[in-house]
């Protein structure tokens, strides 16, 4: 699948580009900014509102889908090292540098609506900023239901439309950047969930944490692709007008 963004950060890593070395490291997603963080440190601390989210116990096991560099799992193992830790990524290139950086976690490559993994084997799982880009929420999330064991839960991040607002008003030019990527709203997160046998039971709307990302895109990657200066800048404008949010979401199995 094509991930424009993604090739370029690739690219400039394989250049030695610090900049990017440093600010992807780990982590490649909108971060939460509060004040004067890095980049970097924006980005640790909205993987870690999603750990606190999913309530990650001692010895359970945690599946990291869409899991990029390996971030969240490296986040993970600091802080929990009992926890059994797998990721997942549809993209090869991510999995070798993932695998380069946690030795000793496994990285399956597959994708997400579709996981080589077996029936209720899993406590957690986690979906950092990358439902957006799968061919089907809805298989995504029978997959996870498969996957997850009685009392587990599925955590998450995503660009949600509020309850009303029309699909693919605004979108568009954005694919150059983010590759494919669809919308979901929350009305239909919370009917899609039930459907699969899942509950929604914490959501929150972070979109002012997650704004100052735009400008901090505009300037790293617009060098390397015109077209970033504008998606940035309509993108920022409809999440400052409400049309759509960043969003954390929980979803429980309760059999
Ligand atoms: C914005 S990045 C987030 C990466 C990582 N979760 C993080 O927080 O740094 C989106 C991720 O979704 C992955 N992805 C896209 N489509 C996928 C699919 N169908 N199955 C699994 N992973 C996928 C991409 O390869 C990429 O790693």
Redesign the pocket.
Known sequence: ?K?PY?DIILSRFESGDPEFLENFH????FGAWTGNESPAQA?EQL?QLLIDLADVQPDQHLL??????G??LMSLREQFPSVALTG????GR?LEIARSRLPEVPFLQ????AMPCADASFDRVL????IF???SRRAFFEEARRVLRSGGNLTLSDIVLPEGTPHGSFDHSAEMLWGRHTQIGIDEYRALAAEVGLELTESEDISPLVLPTYDFLSSLLGPYLAEVHEVARLSKFFMEMGGFGYWLLKFELKQ
């Open positions: 699948m991930l993604f780990r982590h490649v997603h980005m993987t990291d889908v869409g899991c990029g560099f971030g969240t997942l990524n549809i993209d991510q597959g994708d997400a609506c979906a950092v900023e990358c880009h799968f061919p």
